[in-house]
């Protein structure tokens, strides 16, 4: 009884200061907050340390939370992610690849259109079934009007001859194996000699008379001489000229035009000149190439 | 069985040298796999299997080199042949024993291929045998090698099924 009358007593003592306060705050505002503002003070560095700590205890549970339970998602996300780079990847490879394709495809037919020659174009399916010739095989044959002896060239310039053929396919003897011999001709001095393959994976002119003044640099194309190749196809550039004491002719070493070992598509030449005016036209453009300075 | 395994090998070989060994390639050289295959069938099957195989897998080959066309032909058949005579005559063969007789058959094989190209002097003959016929022979000798590992214990039990039946 008497606990309840005590329990009485002090709500209306609370009821009573909590009304004063009120009243307070309505009528005296700024004193009442300077005096609550200077008893909080205190109050709010107690707090300070729970607070402190119940915080970091918050960060960490949202730090375990973001970091590794939430991160379920992102770890799939990331793995989802990564295999679309991937997808990427694959088709930007495969476009990167069309483009050039395209722009190969190009030079081959601005080649072909400009081309003085009956040619055929042909794919490089392999290469020689062993490993002492320089040969490659083309996937067009006799079916395709492919004969031996046919010249084989790129846009950049002559690539080999045909020396063997089937019904479906080819095979071309390169412009660097020692067997075949292709006539060639110095640009800039007009001589004349015999480019012949080396075993060093190069070709060499031969023959060249010893009065020339050849030098490294000079370019040589086909003379149009032998059957298989019309005139002025590039065939290399000198590195260098080799000229023995007692020796008959000069003899000098060829860097390819053509980089043989990354061939896809090549033109095999069926007849050297299309037709007459053809011949004409592109030994005047040789003439006048001769002429400029 | 052993038929449509050597057409197989006779369709197969030839092909897959000329289109993709290129990147398996050591300094440019490449293993002859119808010489392996001939000397595998030889050691294996008996000296007539190996000469008809390596006949057939040089006349393809022939097909597909720039070469002159007799040279495969008697090459692979040749091999062929021989490992069939060694085979016949070694009564233990191991992988060492196969590994130096494949890389001798190779040696001769690529002799009679830098002859026939007429080598301009000991210089030139030198430097195929450095460059071209050396690094083949140990290719050659190396997959025959692995090959043969691969297959002995198929072939001891043909053997001693064939011995046993004798």
Partial sequence: MAISRSTYGTRRLAIVLFACLLIALFLLPSQSQRLLQYVGGPLGQVLSLPLAAFSSVDHGIADIWNGYVALQSVHEENRQLHRDIELLKGQNNQLRESVTAVQRYETLLNFKQQSPSQTLAAQVIGRDATNWYRGMILNKGESDGVKTEMGVVTPAGVVGRVVKTNSTSSVVLLVTDPNNAIAGVVQRTRDEGIVEGTSHGRARLKYIPLLSRVQAGDRVVTSGLTGAFPRGLAIGSLIQVEKSEGDLFQSAEIEPEVDLSKLDEVFIITAPYEDADAAQKLLQTIHGDRKKP | MKFLLYLLLALVVVPFQTTLLHYASVFGVRPDLGLVAACLVGFLGGELDGLILGLIL?????????????????????????????????????????????????????????????????????????????????????????????????????????????
């Fill in chain 2, 58 to 166: 040089g006349c393809f080959q022939d097909m597909l080199s720039a070469g002159d066309l007799w040279i495969n032909v008697v090459t692979k058949g040749g091999s062929g042949f021989l490992a069939g005579l060694a085979g016949r005559h070694m009564a233990h063969i191991t992988p060492a024993v196969m590994t130096a007789g494949l890389a001798i058959i190779s040696c001769l094989s690529s002799a009679v291929f830098l002859y026939s190209m007429n080598p301009a002097g000991l210089d030139e003959v030198w430097l195929g045998v450095r460059s071209t016929v050396l690094v083949q022979a140990g290719l050659d000798a190396a997959l025959g090698a692995g090959l043969y590992l691969v297959f002995r214990q198929r072939w001891s039990d043909d053997r001693m099924v064939t011995e046993g039946a004798l």
